[in-house]
Nanobody
Framework: VQLQASGGGLVQAGGSLRLSCASPGGTGIIYGMGWFRQAPGKEREFVAAVSWSDGNTYYADSVKGRFAISSDNAKNTVSLRMSSLKPEDTAVYYC?????????????????WGQGTQVTVSS
């Protein structure tokens, strides 16, 4: 099962983008969803996550105050609103879904992944 991510693109520094991710049928019950990103030559890193059970959200320090994650549990979808974008936010963004409770900042907690969507921020 592959999640379906969309919404990437090219934006100038200071601009905004909204990413969306849908979880198709076949994943079972979802307990949390998150976003990770990978810039060229770098490892994939945590960006943001949301817990389905209590609505708690989690953010990497580098995006706090600029990014906002939201979810629609009934539809198994998650969105990432990105504002005040910086060139260092340029990366391929991946959404992920977890079938169990866990540390949603860790990649190994996730069971399903999307194909990735490119975000490019020009200076």
């Amino acid at each position: 099962v592959q999640l379906q991510a969309s919404g990437g693109g090219l934006v100038q520094a200071g601009g905004s983008l909204r990413l969306s991710c849908a979880s198709p049928g076949g994943t079972g019950i979802i307990y949390g969803m998150g976003w990770f990103r990978q810039a060229p030559g770098k490892e994939r890193e945590f960006v943001a996550a949301v817990s389905w059970s209590d609505g708690n959200t989690y953010y990497a320090d580098s995006v706090k105050g600029r990014f906002a994650i939201s979810s629609d549990n009934a539809k198994n979808t998650v969105s990432l609103r990105m504002s005040s974008l910086k060139p260092e936010d340029t990366a391929v963004y991946y959404c992920a879904a977890a079938r169990y409770y866990g540390d949603y900042e860790k990649m190994h907690e996730y069971d399903f992944w999307g194909q990735g969507t490119q975000v490019t921020v020009s200076s």
